[in-house]
């Protein structure tokens, strides 16, 4: 999470001009006057009539990868092409967003580092859900923020670690893993971090004693932990919160831009995205 522009669809619409008529309301007016419409009004008629069609057919692609609770597939594989065998928190908050604007939306799941490649290339698409950084400030456009993480040091069980304060944290060795923005501002502040470069070994390092603190997400922590053999963990001190957003191509038109926001705004507004956060037990 701290961790696409193919040649564009042409879509082709055959219209016969009669079918048009007839869903104007013409065919019986003319039927019965005689009267025929110019063929100027005819071929105005037909470019809004199509202009309309495409501007309906237009599309969007998110992107996202597998980090429970926030994005996730239904059954667990790291990939997914249709947006009904995902799920999450960020992802059913994208879904809700998607029903207010008038795009078509298509919701992948794979690795970060794809989805952000092909999203940093290609207007019409995105990412989610991800922090806005002054690294990524400019490759993109911002929707939200929709939802935040908490940054959270876990424990195993019975340590009796206590933490008042991050600053108590740095007496212990810490478990992180590489290019995770969490164990970069660790390192970056002093911290004696210790990185692998799988997050999914830390919480059996930690129940080992090879740590003696996890940096994770509050709510993917205990996720992660559970997918690495049931392993229990205590979170004894969440020290930062981050706020997520959609991140949008900056090719993208701003008029899509701006209604993804606007459906945003209003969706923050009326509670919609507060209770999708409250099923996650935020």
Known sequence: ????????????????????HHRLGWHNQHQHSGDVPSMKK??????????????????????T???PPYHMTLDGSLFAHNAEDITGLCTQMV????????????????NWSSGLDRVKRKANHGIFCTV??????????????????????????????KLDSLADAKQYEIGGYKDDVRTKYLQDNGFNVSVITEDALNPRRLELGQIDLWISDELVGPY???DAGDIDVENVLTFKTVPLYLAINKDTDKKIVEAL???ARKLMEDGSFRSIENIYGR
């Open 132 to 161: 806005r950084n002054e690294e990524r400030e400019n490759w993109f456009e911002w929707v939200g923020p929709l939802t935040n993480t908490g940054w959270a040091l876990f424990a195993k069980p019975g340590s009796g670690i």
């Open 1 to 20: 999470m701290q961790r696409v522009q193919s040649a564009p669809q042409i879509i082709q619409t055959t219209v016969s001009l009669p079918s048009i």
């Open 224 to 226: 992660t932990a559970s």
């Open 42 to 63: 005819l071929f105005a008629i037909t470019v809004m009539f199509l202009a309309c069609h495409v501007q309906a057919a237009e599309k969007l692609y998110f992107f």
């Open 65 to 67: 990868e597998q980090f």
């Open 95 to 110: 879904k809700r967003l998607a029903q207010e604007v008038p795009y078509e939306v298509k919701i992948k799941l794979r």
């Open 261 to 263: 926001q606007k459906a």
